[in-house]
């Protein structure tokens, strides 16, 4: 499964990955919640420095992670290729290629927690609100295990 680079041509079809990906997995999310937050992933996504992606045989983008310093700020796969390892193929290249440690997940997506704690994240913190002020809990996880290479005591 080969990672590539989003270029800005796949900007809408990212969108589109992502709201697959939400309306699949974010079942507290209301109709207008997803409207409140489509333009704002849109709008955010030249800004990632670092957003990869995996395509399908039609080279369509299917799934994306987006880490900015060691966070992963985005990582969602259109539920046609969910359980087929395009999650977990793109956080560890995240972990292993992007220096990712860090990421927060809405409290009342049990699939995505489950999913990272699988990973070897562990929580380390809770926030009430999301960073738009909005009233989903975040809890804050950390990449578990974390030692300095050998030798560089």
């Not at 395509?55 to 992963?72: I, M």
């Not at 969910?82 to 699939?111: F, H, S």
């Not at 975040?138 to 030692?147: E, F, P």
């Amino acid at each position: 499964m080969d990672i590539s680079p989003v270029r800005v041509e796949d900007f809408p079809r990212v969108v589109e990955v992502w709201e697959a990906s939400v309306r699949a997995t974010h079942l507290f999310l209301r109709e207008s919640d997803i409207e409140f937050f489509k333009p704002l992933v849109r709008d955010a996504l030249p800004h990632v420095n670092l957003l990869v992606c995996v395509r399908d045989r039609e080279n369509q983008v299917v799934g994306f992670v987006g880490v900015v310093e060691n966070k992963v700020e985005m990582l969602f796969v259109h539920p046609r290729y969910r359980k087929q390892g395009v999650g977990r193929r793109l956080l560890e290249y995240a972990i292993e290629t992007l220096g990712a440690t860090k990421v927060d997940v809405n409290a009342q997506n049990e699939q995505a927690l489950g999913f990272y704690l699988r990973m070897g994240f562990e929580v380390e913190g809770r926030s009430e609100c999301d960073g738009m002020g909005k009233s989903f809990p975040l809890l804050h996880l950390r990449l578990g295990n974390l030692t300095e290479p050998s030798g560089f005591d």
